[in-house]
């Protein structure tokens, strides 16, 4: 069983930056690809950012030279850079790791980030 602990959720005005961090239970990285996703109200839940076993990352094309995805191995945390955020970046932000091979998913409980003026 793998938790994960979203947190840096908050309100933040257009143009500035927060950092979401997520800490896993254990040392999961080198089996896991991690996963940034998000879902705004009345929105399905979209992936915004991954990081496979490997080191390769993806971003969804609506936060692609604002949005960074990197870990922390020493400390099983995983970071998302959010900066030029936009009030349509408003969402509840989850973690996410899902194993290479045998298919098993686990999310965090979700931070909210809210961009507004």
């Known amino acids: 069983q793998v938790q994960l602990v979203e947190s840096g959720g908050g309100l933040v005005q257009p143009g500035g930056s927060l950092r979401l961090s997520c800490a896993a239970s254990g040392r999961i990285f080198s089996f896991y690809t991690m996963g940034w996703y998000r879902q705004a109200p009345g929105k399905q839940r979209e992936l915004v950012a991954a990081?496979?076993?490997?080191?390769?990352?993806n971003y969804a094309d609506s936060v692609k030279g604002r949005f960074t995805i990197s870990r922390d191995v020493a400390k099983n945390t995983v970071y998302l850079q959010m900066n030029s955020l936009a009030p349509e970046d408003t969402a509840v932000y989850y973690c996410?790791?899902?194993?290479?091979?045998?298919?098993?998913?686990?999310w965090g409980q979700g931070t909210q980030v809210t961009v507004s003026s």
């Open positions: 990081m496979t076993n490997g080191g390769s990352t």
């Open positions: 996410n790791a899902a194993h290479v091979g045998l298919g098993s998913n686990y």
